[in-house]
């Protein structure tokens, strides 16, 4: 390969000397004295003496062959000796047995030393055993479940339930659950977590074996093993689903060798010295420079020293080179000697320095060696680096993790390396992303924790739900916690050094100024980025081929910060252009091709269905022709879709892309573009970035979209790939580390409680205060060690900067989703993905980063809050979305958004129009739609104004613990009055509007409570069997939901009434008679079923099955007193009076179900035992804490005027004959007639029916109209015409 230094060209055949002649010239090229000397100083022999140095040979070009012979030689005794070991059975290169040697399903890396779980419990062991001496091997856990490591013997029998350890002659060390097994198991040792190495050490001449993690002895954990004719022991494991581990049985260095201990795999102790030899020659050459002039050497710093085309210099590093090159590329060699001499320099002297010697030993190796075997040493040497740094045990200042990135920078620093190591090394090979990892120790002594943190602090708060407690915080308190954030501050510091470093590779990668004889790195970084992206959206199924998501929430920070430092610098060059702050994707990526989406749904559906559905717009709006042959192509596809897949090496990535139908230049208005598909790696920068603005990425500007350009193109994908990213797994991920922070308080809570038991123990019992003290050490041992882990926690994941970047993320989101929104039918090109990451970011900023920080303290918050909220209330009742999950998504959203008074008042401030229209959508009939969120959006706009609804969790559930206290159901009260109004004006406005949503209201409630009825029997029966029997409780949680469902829509005709009470009362309107006798009817259901004594709701309700927790009288009655009172006591006089008689018109009223509600018991029926006296009635004045004394009088008066009404009725009242009874309800007579057929019913029966079907309740035919009918009338009309 041939490469440019001092304006030479050499490559590694010109060395090569041939001829007497050349080599006579050669040696002229300096003193024969001085390059005998410094040939000597190279290749010093390692026995030699400064005595010799008066009778040593002189050396010279001629002879340095034979010299470096001699140097180099290895006696073959040494050799012989290491080809087979005493105590040893096996192959020399020791792998894991994958022919024969396993049980189970498992996964096996090419190297045959990595395996991953595929089956409940799968066991493997080695090629290799051992029946005399001391061994040991290494064993690097990638995740921290459920296995046990260790030894087993060959006639050992597994199976998917017995693993290693379960059997005789079997001995296994299990970390995830401490302990160790042989048969029998007990306690052992410490857990591991993913990123230690556990060190296996058996031996046989003691009969003894034990275990190492992270090199510290765990002690021995089995003796008098057994030993004799046909015992040997090979290395096993047995591994349960999904987790993973990499053996190392000698074939690198062990991280952690044990004094007398061999490796199963011997060294390549002959490869070693040699290239210990050789490396020392190479370091000399790097230590010297020949003074032609002078005629002497001077010795000079290796980060002074450069490569000037001396031809003794390159005759020199040929010679060494010659032999190195083929060590090299051994993995042994390469991460014992090269990776430890690398680290060295980087060790000793500071990071430009490093980088200098780093380079100029890299360029040496490009230089004199093939490209096959640069590249496989750059392969093995990258693997080395990144095994380091994953399993380098955490330590107080992160010198390991430290040195290894800055290795890890020299290299990539080097163009030729990084370009090569981009293209075939870092995504393809290794996972790369390993390097933005920081990993969270597992334990805090290890870490150092201790020694940064000294003091613990962690929040108290109240045990106590439901009660605010506010305590000042004492002045020793006061002293620990502050003292608590100075050592949080301190190991905050440490981190940012390291993501400081992880920062600086990425923006090596993506530096796109070194095109010099190629790409980019940047654009071989999309190419690899997007694969990468496409393997973790397609594999989700697939966990162990998948990047872990506590990586993924590292890579995506660092890409953010690295990005954000590209944008803002091109902003500085280019004025025209925005700053990150102003960050979008802009829509024509979505619909043009150019980007890859895989197979991620689009907002209206895929992607083939919107190409043919919306050609016509793309073409008119952003002058996109779709090629027909790409639709043919597609098409085929959906008609083929059941037939084989194909092969997997057939399935190649493909992109789609732009094809011009005229050379590049800047794009008219009348001109088109056509979309055809490319694969991936067929993209090149122009088709990136394009030779205008507006063409690669961004071709297909829309008309709404601004002229001037934001960024560069490829900036523009790696920002739509970062917010990819937020939504495959790192959301996911933040939440889960919440749970770090909730073990805080749980046992926060747990020490104040023992502290408050210790306080009121008598002293006398002197028993229990031992227990106590003894609990109160280990929570307060717990919550040190917790407290620490938090602190790391809060630095690596939620600090600050880590929320400004998923703040910035959000923001980028919304102004996409703007922009999106302004291409009319286009907005359905947009991946899922935006909407899902806007919402999920925001509930991550709002629920995972406090306490510590707080979202209201970022700019422009409120603003953020606003825009967000208009885009809940415009899109999720958009018919431009299809699909399911992402509807259902924005309206719980929307729902979650109306629980907090920060977010409501965003709703407030959004454009009048955009208010109006959000709640026209909420009030569109429930049918065919998801209304359950819908009708809870309308409850919390009232919660807070109806009858006894100020609660914020019901009375009976106060002493028990809500399972998150953030739950949007369990936050305080916050109405809306002005969404009501809106609501109101709405319901006024025209004449169907109101009619429809109540009808519809009335029917979900009909259908919700005559579910909870039913199966409350069902739960009622099984209870009352007398065999032993259990309740599904999938059936429970449908049978509180329905509950729920028919309190919260009994609210909505609450908050309906108080509005807008003429749509019941005023009986001018068409339908207001017939809602309010429907209304009238399902609250007397309601009331009867829920107020017998002793009946079916009663029983269930007293059982407080797991489940059924929601399920008591006072949420159904209040919401039911609430709406009489509204009808009969706040109303005018006439509409009182009209809803008094339709009540009491019911055949399902009963006055007693009024009583009930103030704790007037029915009495008992003859002949029926009387109640315990002891029976506590339900009784609204039991409730003064929810109810106010007013609203007592309210429902006193009501109960008043219902029993002097019902009297009245009853006197007034005539019997009516069956005949005239309506054969639908029989309940109120015969008053309509249906026109054609004759049919007759009520009216309240007929409206009903109306309002969802046209047909005849009797014969079918279709209703033309309904005329009022009197039998007296009738009877009249028939005797006059006869």
Request: aromatic share 8%.
């Amino acid at each position: 390969m041939a490469s440019k230094e001092g304006g030479m060209a050499f490559s590694r055949k010109s060395y090569k000397l041939t001829s007497d002649a050349e080599r006579s010239r050669v040696t002229g090229i300096v003193h024969e004295k001085l390059l005998s000397d410094y040939l000597h100083r190279v290749f010093a022999s390692p026995d030699q003496g400064p005595a010799a140095a008066t009778s040593r040979k002189p050396l010279n070009f001629q002879n340095l062959p034979e010299h470096l012979d001699q140097l180099l030689h290895v006696d073959e005794e040494e050799e012989e000796s290491q080809e087979q070991a005493e105590g040893r059975l096996g192959p020399s290169t020791v792998v894991l047995d994958h022919t024969g040697g396993f049980e189970g399903l498992l996964l096996v890396d090419d190297d045959l030393l990595g395996v991953i779980g595929h089956s409940n419990f799968g066991t493997i062991r080695s090629t290799t055993c051992v029946y005399k001496g001391k061994w040991i091997y290494e064993v690097l856990i990638s995740s921290q479940g459920l296995m046990q490591i260790g030894w087993c013997t060959i006639n050992c029998r597994f199976n998917q339930e017995e693993g290693v350890g379960d059997t005789h002659n079997s001995y296994a060390y299990d970390g995830n659950r401490v302990r160790k097994w042989n048969v029998t198991t007990t306690n052992y040792g410490k857990a591991w977590a993913s990123g230690d190495i556990v060190s296996c050490l058996i031996d046989l001449d003691e009969g003894t074996l034990s275990f190492s993690l992270n090199g510290v002895s765990l002690g021995t954990a089995f003796e008098n093993l057994s030993r004799g004719l046909g015992m040997a022991y090979f290395p096993a494991i047995s591994l349960s689903f999904k987790e993973s581990v990499a053996f190392n049985f000698g074939s690198r260095p062990l991280r952690y060798p044990v004094a007398g201990y061999r490796p199963l795999q011997d060294p390549p102790s002959a490869s070693l010295v040699r290239a210990q030899r050789l490396l020392g020659c190479f370091q000399a050459v790097l230590s010297m420079e020949l003074d032609p002039v002078e005629g002497r050497l001077v010795e000079k710093e290796s980060s002074e020293w450069q490569l000037q085309g001396q031809p003794t210099i390159l005759l020199t590093l040929a010679h060494i080179f010659h032999h190195f090159a083929s060590l090299l590329c051994e993995v042994y060699v390469v991460e014992a000697v090269l990776m430890s001499f690398l680290l060295g320099v980087v060790e000793a002297g500071p990071p430009e320095q490093a980088q200098t010697v780093v380079h100029h030993v890299l360029d040496l190796l490009w230089l004199f060696m093939e490209d096959y075997e640069v590249q496989d040493c750059l392969k093995q040497l990258m693997m080395s680096l990144l095994r380091l740094y994953r399993f380098s045990p955490i330590v107080p200042d992160l010198s390991l993790q430290i040195h290894y990135l800055r290795l890890t920078i020299a290299i990539l620093s080097h163009e030729k390396s990084r370009k090569f190591l981009l293209s075939n090394v870092l995504f393809d090979v290794l996972r790369s992303i390993v390097f933005f990892y920081i990993k969270s120790p597992l334990r805090v002594e290890e870490a150092g924790l201790q020694e940064l943190i000294p003091t613990t602090w962690w929040p108290h708060r109240s045990p106590r739900e439901g009660k605010e407690e506010v305590r000042e915080e004492t002045s020793e308190e006061r002293l620990r916690r502050r003292a608590y954030e100075r050592g949080c501050q301190r190991l905050k510091k440490r981190i940012e050094v390291v993501e400081e470093l992880q920062v600086q590779i990425l923006k090596l990668l993506l530096n796109n100024k070194d095109d010099n004889g190629g790409e980019a790195s940047r654009y071989i970084f999309l190419t690899k980025f997007r694969k990468f992206l496409q393997e973790n959206a397609s594999g989700r199924g697939n966990t162990p081929m998948l990047c872990p998501p506590e990586y993924m929430v590292c890579f995506l920070h660092r890409l953010i910060s690295a990005l954000r430092f590209y944008w803002d610098e091109y902003k500085a060059s280019n004025p025209r252009t925005s700053f990150s702050e102003e960050a979008y994707v802009p829509p024509q990526i979505f619909y043009n091709g150019k980007v890859d989406y895989f197979d991620l749904q689009r907002l209206g559906g895929l992607l083939s269905h919107l190409r043919k559905t919306l050609k016509d717009d793309l073409a008119s709006k952003a002058n996109i022709l779709i090629d027909p042959l790409e639709l043919q192509a597609t098409t085929m596809d959906d008609l083929d879709e059941d037939e084989e897949p194909a092969p997997a090496a057939a399935q190649v990535p493909r992109t789609a892309a732009v094809s011009l139908m005229t050379p590049r230049r800047p794009l008219s208005a009348s001109e088109k573009v056509k979309v055809r598909t490319l694969s991936a790696e067929q993209r090149t920068r122009e088709d990136i970035e394009g030779s205008q603005w507006n063409e690669g990425l961004l071709v297909g500007r829309p008309p709404e979209e601004p002229e001037q350009p934001l960024t560069e193109n490829s900036l523009l994908e790696v920002l739509d790939g970062a917010v990819m990213m937020y939504s495959l797994s790192v959301h996911q991920q933040l939440g889960k580390m919440v749970g770090v922070s909730d073990d805080v308080n749980e046992y926060a809570m747990a020490l104040r409680d023992t502290e408050d038991k210790l306080r009121r123990c008598p002293k006398r019992r002197k028993d229990i205060l031992a227990e106590l003290s003894k609990s109160q050490k280990v929570f307060s041992e717990k919550l040190d060690h917790l407290s620490r882990r938090l602190a790391w926690v809060h630095a690596a994941v939620y600090s600050q900067e880590k929320m400004q970047d998923i703040y910035w993320l959000l923001r980028v989101c919304l102004r996409t989703i703007e922009h999106g929104d302004r291409t009319g039918s286009l907005f359905a090109f947009m991946p899922e993905f935006y909407l899902s990451v806007a919402i999920n970011s925001y509930s991550a900023l709002k629920n995972y980063f406090g306490p510590v920080h707080s979202m209201e303290e970022l700019p422009g918050y409120e603003e953020t809050l606003t825009r967000l909220a208009a885009i809940l209330a415009k899109h999720f009742a958009d018919t431009r979305i299809v699909g399911t999950d992402i509807r259902d998504s924005l309206m719980q959203a929307l729902a979650s958004y109306v629980c907090y008074p920060n977010s409501l008042r965003a709703v407030e401030r959004i454009p009048e129009e955009q208010r109006i229209a959000m709640v026209r959508n909420l009030l569109a009939p429930y049918e065919q739609r998801p209304w359950a969120q819908t009708n809870w959006i309308l409850v919390r706009l009232w919660r807070g104004c109806g009858f006894g609804y100020r609660y914020t969790r019901l009375p009976h559930l106060l002493k028990t613990k809500p399972e998150d206290a953030n739950l949007p159901s369990l936050q305080k009260p916050c109405p809306s009055t002005l969404l009501q109004q809106h609501m109101a004006d709405l319901l006024r406005e025209g004449p169907d509007v109101a009619p429809s949503f109540l009808n519809s209201v009335l029917n979900q409630l009909n259908w919700a409570f005559s579910e909870f009825i039913g199966m409350i029997q069902e739960i009622q029966q099984a209870a009352e069997r007398l065999e032993r029997n259990y309740v599904d409780s999938r059936q429970l949680k449908v049978c509180a939901t329905c509950f729920d469902l028919s309190v919260s829509l009994l609210r909505v005709l609450e908050m309906t009434i108080t509005l807008v009470p003429e749509i019941f009362l005023d009986w001018a309107r068409p339908t207001s008679e017939m809602l309010l006798r429907r209304l009238a009817q399902l609250l007397n259901q309601v009331l009867n079923r829920v107020t017998a004594e002793r009946n079916l709701f009663d029983r269930v309700v007293t059982l407080r099955l797991p489940g059924l927790e929601s399920v008591d009288h006072y949420p159904i009655l209040v919401a039911v007193t609430g709406i009489l009172v509204r009808l009969l006591v706040h109303g005018p006089a006439s509409g009182t009076e009209r809803a008094t008689s339709v009540l009491l018109a019911d055949p399902c009223f009963q006055l007693r179900s009024i009583s009930y509600l103030l704790g007037q018991p029915e009495p008992p029926a003859p002949g029926t035992a009387l109640p315990a006296p002891d029976r506590k009635h339900f009784s609204l004045q039991s409730y003064t804490d929810y109810i106010s004394m007013e609203e007592l009088a309210q429902v006193e008066q009501m109960l008043a005027h219902l029993t002097s009404a019902s009297a009245q009725a009853a006197a007034a009242s005539l019997p009516t004959s069956e005949e005239d009874l309506c054969p639908i309800c029989y309940a109120h007579p015969i008053s309509a007639v249906f026109q054609p057929c004759g049919h007759k019913s009520c009216k309240a029966c007929i409206d009903q029916h109306l309002m969802n079907n046209k047909d005849c309740f009797f014969c079918k035919a279709t209703i033309v109209s309904v005329e009022d009918w009197d039998k007296a009338a009738h009877a009249s009309a028939t005797s006059s015409a006869a």
